[in-house]
């Protein structure tokens, strides 16, 4: 009703497109956006050649068997990265056992009234801050508070339940154990962050509707409301895989860089970025080929990861 | 299937023709500071349609909601008064909500069915209300008859309640709410969101649950509640001193007697149109 009334002036003039500084404005916008689109998938393609370019010469001289075998030997210039791709996986396997029934119910703990509003919020923001401690501070943590602090429980493993293969070496400070703790620390504010939004953006109906078909808090809350928040918190998980798989820092402080692949996830390890990182410095044009290569395989990793999260959410969604 | 919180029907109702199944007394309810309801009392027969009218902000949805106590979600609200199911106090310190609506089952404004299949929004209640697996096909089957919607629905049991029109979803909501045999179906303004062909479905499948249900409904609509109820109680928005304002019951009887020759002046004015 009022936009008729303040566009009546223009009554008299025509149908036709109107150049106006509105329009320009509007056009401009949106080439700004598509530019902005199609420029970040560009980027993204760029890194992906650009490494795989570089990586050429490590990739025509090992192939597949870089996969597969595990000696790292630049005086020789044999390479594989069999250990490291163990290692990324464990140490991220080990985070997301922790990290997803943790936050998981966080985020639910904080979605629903428990707290009062005023202690909620607080909480939900300390959580939010953990994502923005520098990685290289929650490393030096790891290195001088964690480790020392984790010691006799280490121990207590080792001693008693060392004939589990899991625990099977005398216990060092720096170890995949160690790492997976670090990282799940470091991925549960993602995972909590992004489920307690998408539980919060349920409907009310939802809730409502279940308990009055005399369903209980906690049956509205398994049955109802977090499997109709599956897709945000599977998006959250994987988000947090990826930070988890990727994150380098930390794992070059805390993974051991031992170039071993072993059963016990008390013993040093090493992961792909964790490699990456510790050798970079001082690798000769051979060793930079071998770890773009690695880094190359890094990147596949995480995109099947992203690939498969996204057909576990559309899969899901059939039923929404 | 459930355990006795509530007890069995009891003999001390007043009411000489038709037995009481709920009853509020002097019921009052506040959220924090605000009284949306002052001093109910009114007695719900058994297997009748009753109709709560009035204009917006006069407590019929509060009160409606005080049967099954789904206003304990909203904090700071208080329910003052006595509201009895059976002759047993819910508001009682042994009484369990979820006890409660499970005997009392209630239907929304907006269609509310939940982000699973046809069949899961039908199954999910009859699960935790304790129905065995083996008979699950049976409930479904039934409950979408009872809401007139199994011949449209038969084909697609497994495709998202989601997919369902507004009319649809909302007779799947009345099925899955009648699939735990409630006694009581309380409905807040089940057609408001609905097209004039979907609304009426909804009327005469109202009509039909009678024989089995005792139904409240809340309707913002006048011919709806001369359509479909038994009895009628109007109630009224007033401001008291200090401009606060509060709902009270102003008229309650047979829904010819409240149309056609009311006794209060407001339900008057009111049902011909003049406020409201």
Redesign the interface.
């Given at each position: 009703m009022s936009s008729l009334a303040e566009h009546s002036p223009r009554k008299g003039q025509s149908l036709e497109k109107q150049v106006d500084t509105v329009r320009v404005f509007d056009q401009s916008f949106y080439w700004l956006a598509v530019i902005g689109a199609i420029g970040i998938g560009g980027v993204l393609l760029w890194i992906a050649v650009q490494i795989g370019l570089s990586a050429l010469p490590a990739i025509q001289s090992y192939g597949v068997d870089f996969l597969t075998t595990t000696t790292w030997d630049p005086v020789r210039n044999i390479y594989g990265v069999l250990p490291q791709i163990y290692g990324t996986l464990i140490s991220a396997a080990i985070a997301l056992v922790i990290a997803i029934p943790v936050g998981i119910g966080v985020a639910v703990f904080l979605s629903e009234?428990f707290l009062p509003n005023a202690v909620r919020t607080p909480i939900a923001l300390a959580i939010e801050l953990i994502a923005a401690v520098p990685s290289v501070v929650i490393g030096l943590w790891g290195i001088y508070v964690l480790i020392p602090f984790l010691r006799p429980f280490y121990n207590f493993l080792y001693e008693n339940f060392g004939w589990i293969p899991l625990f099977s070496t005398p216990p060092r400070g720096n170890s995949l154990l160690t790492l997976g703790l670090v990282l799940s620390v470091m991925i549960l504010p993602t995972i909590i962050a992004i489920s307690r939004g998408s539980l919060i953006a349920l409907?009310r109906?939802?809730?409502?509707?279940?308990?009055?078909?005399?369903?209980?808090r906690w049956?509205t809350i398994l049955?109802?409301l977090i499997?109709?928040a599956f897709s945000g918190i599977v998006g959250s998980i994987m988000l947090a895989l990826g930070r988890a798989m990727g994150e380098t820092m930390v794992a070059a402080m805390l993974v051991g860089n031992s170039n071993q692949i072993t059963p016990s996830l008390l013993a040093p390890g090493a992961t792909i970025a964790s490699l990456i990182a510790s050798q970079f410095g001082e690798a000769g044009r051979e060793q930079v080929a071998a770890l773009l290569y690695a880094g190359l395989i890094l990147m596949i990793l995480t995109l099947i990861v992203n690939i498969l999260a996204e057909i576990i959410i559309q899969k899901f969604q059939?039923?929404? | 299937m459930n355990s006795d919180t509530i007890n069995t029907p009891n003999s001390t109702s007043s009411n000489t023709t038709q037995e009481a199944i709920l009853r509020a007394e002097n019921v009052s309810v506040t959220y924090g500071s605000f009284q949306a309801l002052r001093g109910v009392t009114l007695d719900i027969p058994k297997n009748q349609v009753v109709a709560f009218i009035g204009p917006s902000g006069c407590g019929k949805s509060t009160l409606i909601r005080c049967f099954n106590r789904l206003n304990d979600l909203i904090p700071g609200t208080k329910v003052g008064g006595k509201v009895t199911y059976q002759g047993v106090d819910i508001y009682g310190d042994k009484v369990d909500p979820v006890q409660v609506r499970r005997r009392i089952g209630m239907v929304f404004q907006k269609p509310n069915p939940f982000p699973k299949s046809i069949y899961d929004n039908i199954a999910f209640g009859a699960k935790i209300n304790g129905y065995k697996k083996s008979e699950m096909d049976e409930i479904v089957e039934r409950s979408l008859r009872q809401a007139a919607l199994w011949e449209e629905v038969k084909d697609k049991l497994k495709e998202s309640g989601l997919s369902l029109s507004g009319g649809q979803q909302q007779r799947l909501c009345i099925a899955r709410t009648v699939a735990i045999e409630p006694d009581v179906v309380l409905m807040d303004e089940p057609a408001s969101a609905l097209d004039p062909i979907s609304t009426r479905k909804v009327e005469e499948l109202i009509q039909e649950l009678k024989e089995n249900y005792t139904i409240v409904i809340v309707t913002h609509n006048m011919q709806q509640a001369t359509r479909v109820a038994d009895l009628t109680a109007f109630f009224n928005a007033e401001a008291e001193e200090g401009g606060k304002r509060f709902g009270y019951l102003v008229e309650y009887n047979k829904t010819e007697a409240i149309f056609n020759n009311p006794k209060e002046e407001y339900t008057r004015q009111y049902v011909s149109g003049r406020f409201g």
């Open positions: 009234n409907p109906d939802l809730r409502q509707g279940a308990l009055a078909l005399g369903a209980t049956e049955r109802v499997p109709a059939n039923v929404e | -």
